[in-house]
C-alpha cells in the first residue's frame, strides 16, 4: 500500500505533480509561495486567501525537452480559477507561445483539478479562462498542448473548454471531465435530470474511461508517476496535431446528428455513435431554414433581424441564424444564438448555448475562414451575445457539450488570428459557459448600457448552493468585489469592454438604434485592424490598468522577470 502510494500521481499535491513529471533536479517553480501572490477578492468576503492562490507554475525538463508545467491544486477553493491564479495560468501560456514563436521550443503541460471558476471571484475567472483559451489555440500552432486530468476534482466548468482545446489529453480512468458538474446540473435542471449522489451515473457519463472510449480524450493511464512521464512524452514525440478535436467540426456534427433523442441514451450507445463518425453528410449540412417562420422571443433575435435587415438567414439549425452583410461599405457576418421550441435537445429550447449551437457557430465561422482565406480583406464576425446559460442535461454532458463549446471557442480565435476583426455585441445576456464560447474570443466587446444585460459565470441559485451561501450574502459579497456582480457596468470596470452604449431602446430598437450599433462596429473594426491579434488589449484599457486588472498585470511582469 506504501509502495503504490508512493508512485501515485493522483495523491501527490499541485506542487508535487509538477515536480515529479520533470527531470530530477531540473524543476525550478516560478512565482512561488514565497512571493505573496495572493487574491485580493477574498480576504474582504471573510475567506483565508493562500500565498500562491493555488496554482503552481514549474520550468524543467522532460527527458530532456524543455517543459513548463501548470499545476492546480485542487484542495485550495476546489481548484477554482480567480484573478491571480488565472494571470499565473493564462501568463505562462503566453509566455509558452512567444518562446516558440521564436524559435525557442518549450513544452506545455496543463494538469486540471479544477471546478472552474472561483465563483467568489466570478467574472475575473471568466475573463483568465477566455485568455487562457486564446493562448492555447495560438500555441497549438507551434507544439502540442498537452493536458492531464489525474483524478480528484477533474475537469470542470469554463476549464472544461480548455482542456477541450489541447492537442492532447491525457485521463485516468477516476478522471472526470465535464461542462457542468452533477449538483449544477441538479440544481438547474432537477434531480430527475441528474442524481447528483448516483456515483456510478456520473462515472459512466463523464469519467475517464467513458471519456477516451467517446472521444473526447485520448489517452487513460494508469494512476502512476511514470506511466504519466511516459504518455506526456508519447504527446511531445507526437508533434503539434494538425486537426485537434476543436477543429474537427464535420466529424462531430455528424456524430450529434446521428443521435436519436427520441430513444434512451447509454453511454455504450454514444461509444457506437462515434465509432461511426467518420463520414460527413454534406447534403444534411446545407439545408438552409427560413428564419421567418421562427416566432421571436429573445432580445439577441430581435436586434439580428434588425442588424441583417434585408440579408438571407443561411443558418442551418434554427437556434443559429448566420448572415452576410454590408455595412459602412465592409463585409461582415452576424451570428446569433436563439430560442427553438422545436429543438430536438430539450435543454436548448430557450436561447442557451448546447451541443448543436457550439458545433453549428464552429461551421459557419470556418466556413468565412475557408471562403476568404485568399481575400486581401477578411470579413467581420460579429457575434450578438444573448445566451442566459449553457445548457444543462444528462445527455448533453455525454455528448461533450464542454467539447461543443471548446469548438466555438477554437473558431472565433481562430478568425481572430487569421485576420478577422471579431466583434462580439451583447444586448443580453452573457453568462457562464456560453458567453465563453459565444463572445469571449472577441478583439472587442461592445454592450447596451441597460438593466437587462448581465454579465456572470451561472445562476444566483445555483452560485448560492456551490458556496454555501444565501442569495442575500452573495448580493452583499457584490459591494465589496465588482467581479460578483451581474450587471454590466460593474463588469466594465474589469476593463475588457472597447464600449458601453447608452440610450439604446434594447427591448424594442428601431432605426435610429441600429445606426447606432452600425457606428460603433466599424469604429470597432477599424479600431481592430491596427491592433494585436491576441487579447492583451483587455490588459491595457483605462480601466484595466486602474485597478480593474491591477493583479492581473501585476502576475504577467513578474512572470516575464522570473521566466528566464
Given at each position: 500500500?506504501?509502495?503504490?502510494?508512493?508512485?501515485?500521481?493522483?495523491?501527490?499535491?499541485?506542487?508535487?505533480?509538477?515536480?515529479?513529471?520533470?527531470?530530477?533536479?531540473?524543476?525550478?517553480?516560478?512565482?512561488?509561495?514565497?512571493?505573496?501572490?495572493?487574491?485580493?477578492?477574498?480576504?474582504?468576503?471573510?475567506?483565508?486567501?493562500?500565498?500562491?492562490?493555488?496554482?503552481?507554475?514549474?520550468?524543467?525538463?522532460l527527458n530532456g525537452n524543455p517543459a513548463v508545467v501548470i499545476s492546480i491544486e485542487g484542495s485550495f477553493q476546489g481548484g477554482g480559477i480567480g484573478e491571480v491564479s488565472g494571470a499565473k495560468i493564462a501568463?505562462?501560456?503566453?509566455?509558452?507561445?512567444?518562446?516558440?514563436?521564436?524559435?525557442?521550443?518549450?513544452?506545455?503541460?496543463?494538469?486540471?483539478?479544477?471546478?472552474?471558476?472561483?465563483?467568489?471571484?466570478?467574472?475575473?475567472?471568466?475573463?483568465?479562462?477566455?485568455?487562457?483559451?486564446?493562448?492555447?489555440?495560438?500555441?497549438?500552432?507551434?507544439?502540442?498542448?498537452?493536458?492531464?486530468i489525474p483524478g480528484k476534482i477533474g475537469a470542470f466548468g469554463g476549464m472544461s473548454i480548455n482542456a477541450g482545446l489541447c492537442s492532447t489529453l491525457i485521463i485516468t480512468r477516476e478522471g472526470r471531465l465535464?461542462?457542468?458538474?452533477?449538483?449544477?446540473?441538479?440544481?438547474?435542471?432537477?434531480i430527475m435530470e441528474f442524481d447528483s449522489t448516483d456515483r456510478k451515473r456520473i462515472w459512466n457519463t463523464i469519467g475517464g474511461r467513458q471519456r477516451v472510449a467517446a472521444g473526447f480524450a485520448d489517452i487513460?493511464?494508469?494512476?502512476?508517476?511514470?506511466?504519466?512521464?511516459?504518455?506526456?512524452?508519447?504527446?511531445?514525440?507526437?508533434?503539434?496535431?494538425?486537426?485537434?478535436?476543436?477543429?474537427?467540426?464535420?466529424?462531430?456534427?455528424?456524430?450529434?446528428?446521428?443521435?436519436?433523442?427520441?430513444?434512451?441514451?447509454?453511454?455504450?450507445?454514444?461509444?457506437?455513435?462515434?465509432?461511426?463518425?467518420?463520414?460527413?453528410?454534406?447534403?444534411?449540412?446545407?439545408?438552409?431554414?427560413?428564419?421567418?417562420?421562427?416566432?421571436?422571443?429573445?432580445?439577441?433575435?430581435?436586434?439580428?433581424?434588425?442588424?441583417?435587415?434585408?440579408?438571407?438567414?443561411?443558418?442551418?439549425?434554427?437556434?443559429?441564424?448566420?448572415?452576410?452583410?454590408?455595412?459602412?461599405?465592409?463585409?461582415?457576418?452576424?451570428?446569433?444564438?436563439?430560442?427553438?421550441?422545436?429543438?430536438?435537445?430539450?435543454?436548448?429550447?430557450?436561447?442557451?448555448?448546447?451541443?448543436?449551437?457550439?458545433?453549428?457557430?464552429?461551421?459557419?465561422?470556418?466556413?468565412?475562414?475557408?471562403?476568404?482565406?485568399?481575400?486581401?480583406?477578411?470579413?467581420?464576425?460579429?457575434?450578438?451575445?444573448?445566451?442566459?446559460?449553457?445548457?444543462?442535461?444528462?445527455?448533453?454532458?455525454?455528448?461533450?457539450?464542454?467539447?461543443?463549446?471548446?469548438?466555438?471557442?477554437?473558431?472565433?480565435?481562430?478568425?481572430?488570428?487569421?485576420?478577422?476583426?471579431?466583434?462580439?455585441?451583447?444586448?443580453?445576456?452573457?453568462?457562464?459557459?456560453?458567453?465563453?464560447?459565444?463572445?469571449?474570443?472577441?478583439?472587442?466587446?461592445?454592450?447596451?448600457?441597460?438593466?437587462?444585460?448581465?454579465?456572470?459565470?451561472?445562476?444566483?441559485?445555483?452560485?448560492?448552493?456551490?458556496?454555501?451561501?444565501?442569495?442575500?450574502?452573495?448580493?452583499?459579497?457584490?459591494?465589496?468585489?465588482?467581479?460578483?456582480?451581474?450587471?454590466?457596468?460593474?463588469?466594465?470596470?474589469?476593463?475588457?469592454?472597447?464600449?458601453?452604449?447608452?440610450?439604446?431602446?434594447?427591448?424594442?430598437?428601431?432605426?435610429?438604434?441600429?445606426?447606432?450599433?452600425?457606428?460603433?462596429?466599424?469604429?470597432?473594426?477599424?479600431?481592430?485592424?491596427?491592433?494585436?491579434?491576441?487579447?492583451?488589449?483587455?490588459?491595457?484599457?483605462?480601466?484595466?490598468?486602474?485597478?480593474?486588472?491591477?493583479?492581473?498585470?501585476?502576475?504577467?511582469?513578474?512572470?516575464?522577470?522570473?521566466?528566464?
Amino acid at each position: 500500500m506504501l509502495d503504490t502510494l508512493k508512485n501515485s500521481f493522483v495523491e501527490c499535491t499541485g506542487r508535487e505533480r509538477a515536480r515529479v513529471l520533470l527531470d530530477k533536479g531540473t524543476f525550478r517553480e516560478l512565482l512561488g509561495p514565497f512571493e505573496g501572490l495572493e487574491s485580493p477578492h477574498l480576504e474582504p468576503q471573510g475567506i483565508v486567501p493562500q500565498s500562491d492562490d493555488g496554482v503552481v507554475i514549474g520550468k524543467g525538463e522532460l527527458n530532456g525537452n524543455p517543459a513548463v508545467v501548470i499545476s492546480i491544486e485542487g484542495s485550495f477553493q476546489g481548484g477554482g480559477i480567480g484573478e491571480v491564479s488565472g494571470a499565473k495560468i493564462a501568463g505562462a501560456l503566453e509566455m509558452a507561445f512567444e518562446k516558440n514563436k521564436s524559435g525557442n521550443i518549450i513544452y506545455p503541460i496543463f494538469i486540471f483539478d479544477t471546478g472552474g471558476v472561483r465563483l467568489q471571484e466570478a467574472n475575473y475567472g471568466l475573463l483568465s479562462i477566455a485568455e487562457m483559451s486564446a493562448a492555447i489555440v495560438a500555441l497549438r500552432e507551434y507544439v502540442p498542448v498537452i493536458g492531464v486530468i489525474p483524478g480528484k476534482i477533474g475537469a470542470f466548468g469554463g476549464m472544461s473548454i480548455n482542456a477541450g482545446l489541447c492537442s492532447t489529453l491525457i485521463i485516468t480512468r477516476e478522471g472526470r471531465l465535464g461542462l457542468n458538474g452533477p449538483e449544477v446540473i441538479e440544481q438547474e435542471a432537477g434531480i430527475m435530470e441528474f442524481d447528483s449522489t448516483d456515483r456510478k451515473r456520473i462515472w459512466n457519463t463523464i469519467g475517464g474511461r467513458q471519456r477516451v472510449a467517446a472521444g473526447f480524450a485520448d489517452i487513460e493511464v494508469e494512476d502512476d508517476i511514470s506511466s504519466f512521464r511516459e504518455a506526456i512524452l508519447s504527446a511531445i514525440q507526437q508533434g503539434a496535431v494538425e486537426r485537434p478535436r476543436s477543429s474537427q467540426v464535420e466529424r462531430y456534427l455528424s456524430f450529434i446528428g446521428s443521435v436519436n433523442t427520441s430513444e434512451v441514451l447509454t453511454p455504450q450507445k454514444v461509444q457506437d455513435l462515434w465509432a461511426e463518425s467518420n463520414r460527413y453528410n454534406s447534403d444534411e449540412s446545407s439545408k438552409v431554414t427560413d428564419s421567418s417562420v421562427i416566432k421571436i422571443k429573445s432580445r439577441g433575435h430581435r436586434w439580428f433581424n434588425l442588424l441583417t435587415a434585408g440579408s438571407k438567414n443561411i443558418g442551418v439549425a434554427p437556434s443559429v441564424l448566420c448572415s452576410d452583410a454590408i455595412i459602412g461599405g465592409k463585409p461582415v457576418r452576424f451570428l446569433a444564438v436563439v430560442p427553438d421550441e422545436s429543438s430536438r435537445f430539450p435543454r436548448a429550447r430557450s436561447g442557451e448555448f448546447g451541443l448543436e449551437q457550439g458545433w453549428m457557430i464552429a461551421k459557419h465561422i470556418r466556413d468565412a475562414i475557408e471562403d476568404d482565406r485568399i481575400n486581401e480583406e477578411k470579413r467581420a464576425i460579429i457575434a450578438i451575445v444573448d445566451v442566459p446559460s449553457q445548457a444543462y442535461g444528462y445527455r448533453e454532458e455525454l455528448l461533450g457539450i464542454h467539447q461543443a463549446c471548446a469548438a466555438a471557442v477554437d473558431a472565433y480565435a481562430s478568425a481572430r488570428l487569421a485576420g478577422h476583426p471579431v466583434i462580439a455585441f451583447i444586448p443580453g445576456k452573457a453568462i457562464s459557459g456560453a458567453f465563453l464560447s459565444h463572445g469571449m474570443q472577441a478583439s472587442r466587446l461592445i454592450a447596451l448600457d441597460d438593466d437587462g444585460v448581465n454579465v456572470h459565470v451561472m445562476s444566483k441559485q445555483s452560485a448560492a448552493r456551490i458556496t454555501q451561501r444565501t442569495i442575500e450574502e452573495l448580493e452583499e459579497a457584490t459591494k465589496k468585489v465588482p467581479s460578483m456582480a451581474y450587471d454590466v457596468r460593474s463588469f466594465e470596470k474589469l476593463g475588457a469592454l472597447h464600449e458601453l452604449i447608452s440610450g439604446i431602446k434594447a427591448d424594442e430598437p428601431a432605426g435610429a438604434d441600429r445606426d447606432v450599433i452600425y457606428k460603433s462596429l466599424i469604429t470597432a473594426v477599424e479600431d481592430i485592424q491596427n491592433s494585436p491579434r491576441d487579447l492583451s488589449r483587455r490588459l491595457t484599457s483605462n480601466f484595466a490598468k486602474e485597478g480593474g486588472r491591477s493583479a492581473s498585470i501585476i502576475v504577467r511582469r513578474k512572470l516575464a522577470e522570473q521566466w528566464y
